[in-house]
């Protein structure tokens, strides 16, 4: 595939070229549904890129808290404050329009989306990220309806009080589960952090506590420095039983606290925290953008279904392997998309986009671990040119340097996301 | 509270200041290599240091020092790994456009 850089030259031709008059100047209307990482980004970065267009968001929640630190604010280490967005405020600010409700449904072919209230909105080019949904009936006895007595808050919203409150109220000595769920999930490292989080809560209180993962993987992301970093920490108190052990939760009775092992184990637990596995929200799903998987596919360049045309999926609910679901992958893809939704109303093709990824865990308040890529299309496929994570063995020194940075990652990835 | 980090390591911190017309005109070249700095440096309190204000070139020779450092386990060095001589320019000449240095 020849892109338009290539065809330009090399490096002193690169220098000069600004967006093309026709891509500022587009004027068609855009709307997006949901206003989390990947929504908003998009919104604010076609307000900066083409200033003409008449945009819009739809997105029930006017306040909501973000995964970034989340389970630093479960534990204490942090305030809920500091994870809260407020899309509404920062699109306002911009002259976006902000639809305060869900999208109902999408024609994906005559480009038109039915809102909560009735109203039906059409558009040149529609955005859809609405995030995640969960698969509760792959643990038998779980449901969405039982699923707050086990909380994930997967979703942080309703379930994140009520699992402070749990994890709060456990007594000397209890033990702790934490279901893992099968790839792929939204934010690939996040069970362990909150395994390590749970720890620091018992350690900081003088108390014993006894966390398992049990883990529908035989793997996960930075699993040696993880490993190594428990053993330093909060030695002797997190257990990871993987798949191949028989780790893997199969049912659960919500009441007793006793879930079911694959290998055929029973624990009982005070808490108990099950993820369940997840597949795109409903809402892209029911407007048939998804595949068998439960995931939408889409071009590498603009994030554009290949399913409908002048559709795109963004963030969590799309199939960007090997981009993680993250919340740094969703606000890199949102911008990439309004950057390729510019060009194509100019018809133009739009330029390959650089796309980042990292992510920090956070293990105690000076320790923290990161994971960071680069990815960008080939040859209508979205490759990774680099990656790497964080030594399994080093000094304190840099795991503190590493959670000074976590700290204004996490600042500014929610300014750039909701401004 | 930052730790001092060590200097190879980071871009100088600088002023903050309004984004300079031509980034906001959409005149910069190349924004689809510089999008995704702003997630990390930017405007928030806490926020990782600022990218600087610096004609290209010096830019360019700060990014390549970054990518070729020796191993050391934060970020940097890792996301800059997979580009090539003449995308790091490019990316340089749109840091440098959209934080209003010299070309
Ligand atoms: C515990 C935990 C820790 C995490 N830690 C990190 C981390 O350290 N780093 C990181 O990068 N990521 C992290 N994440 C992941 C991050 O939160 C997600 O990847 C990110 O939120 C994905 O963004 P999104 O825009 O795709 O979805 P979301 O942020 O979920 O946004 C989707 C939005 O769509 C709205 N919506 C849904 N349906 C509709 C509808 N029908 N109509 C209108 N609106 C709708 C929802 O209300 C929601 O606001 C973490 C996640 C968790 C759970």
Not at chain 1, 225 to 245: D, H, K, T, V
Request: charged share 20%.
């Amino acid at each position: 595939m020849t892109t338009r850089r290539q065809l330009l030259g090399g490096f002193a031709a690169l220098a000069t070229v600004a967006l093309p008059a026709a891509v500022r100047a587009a004027s068609a209307r855009v709307v997006i549904v949901g206003g989390g990482f990947a929504g908003a980004s998009c919104a604010l970065a076609l307000r900066r890129i083409a200033p003409a267009l008449e945009l819009a968001v739809v997105e029930p929640r006017g306040t909501f808290l973000t995964g970034p630190f989340s389970n630093a604010a479960l534990a204490g280490l942090i305030g809920p404050e500091r994870i809260r967005a407020r899309p509404g405020d920062g699109l306002r600010r911009h002259g976006i329009r902000w639809f305060a409700q869900a999208a109902v449904a999408l024609d994906p072919v005559a480009r038109e989306l039915r809102l909560a209230d009735g109203r039906r909105l059409r558009a040149e080019r529609i955005v859809v990220a609405p995030g995640i949904d969960f698969v509760y009936e792959a643990i038998d006895g779980l449901s969405a309806a039982n699923s707050d007595a086990v909380p994930h808050a997967w979703r942080i919203d309703g379930q994140f009080a009520r699992l402070r409150a749990q994890l709060d109220a456990l007594p000397d000595g209890a033990t702790v589960l934490i279901a893992a769920p099968p790839n792929p999930y939204r934010c690939p490292p996040g069970p362990y952090e909150r395994a390590s989080l749970f720890a620091w809560h018992a350690q900081r209180r003088g108390l014993r506590r006894r966390i398992v993962i049990a883990d529908a993987k035989d793997d996960f992301s930075k699993r040696a420095a993880f490993m190594a970093s428990w053993n330093a920490l909060y030695p002797g108190m997190i257990e990871w039983w993987p798949r191949a052990q028989g780790g893997a939760v199969v049912a659960v009775d919500v009441a007793a606290r006793r879930v079911h092992l694959a290998g055929g184990e029973t624990v009982h637990a005070a808490l108990l925290s099950l993820i369940p596995p997840q597949r795109a929200a409903a809402f892209a799903r029911d407007a048939d953008l998804a595949d068998a998987s439960g995931w939408c596919p889409v071009e590498p360049l603009g994030f554009e279904s290949t399913r409908h045309p002048g559709i795109h999926v963004l963030g969590d609910a799309c199939i960007a392997a090997p981009m993680p679901k993250s919340a740094f992958a969703a606000n890199n893809q949102g911008k990439a998309c309004a950057l390729a939704i510019a060009h194509r109303l100019a018809g133009e093709t739009p330029p390959a986009a650089l796309l980042l990824n990292t992510c920090y865990s956070l293990l105690a308040p000076d320790y923290a671990l990161s994971i960071s890529g680069s990815y960008r299309a080939v040859g209508g496929r979205l490759n990774e040119l680099s990656s790497g994570l964080s030594p399994a063995h080093a000094d304190p020194a840099l795991r503190e340097l590493e959670a000074r940075h976590a700290e204004g990652w996490q600042a500014q990835l929610l300014r750039d996301s909701f401004g | 509270m930052l730790l001092r980090l060590p200097a190879a390591l980071l871009f100088g911190s600088c002023a903050l200041a309004p984004l300079p017309a031509a980034a906001a005109s959409g005149a910069c070249p190349n924004p689809e290599l510089s999008l995704g700095c702003g997630s990390c440096h930017g405007a928030a309190p806490d926020a990782l240091p600022a990218l600087p204000r610096a004609p290209a070139p010096a830019l360019y020779a700060r990014l390549a020092r970054l990518r070729d450092a020796p191993y050391t386990g934060t970020v940097m060095p890792r996301l800059l790994a997979g580009l090539d001589d003449q995308t790091l320019q490019a990316l340089a000449a749109a840091i440098a456009c959209e934080r209003g240095g010299a070309p």
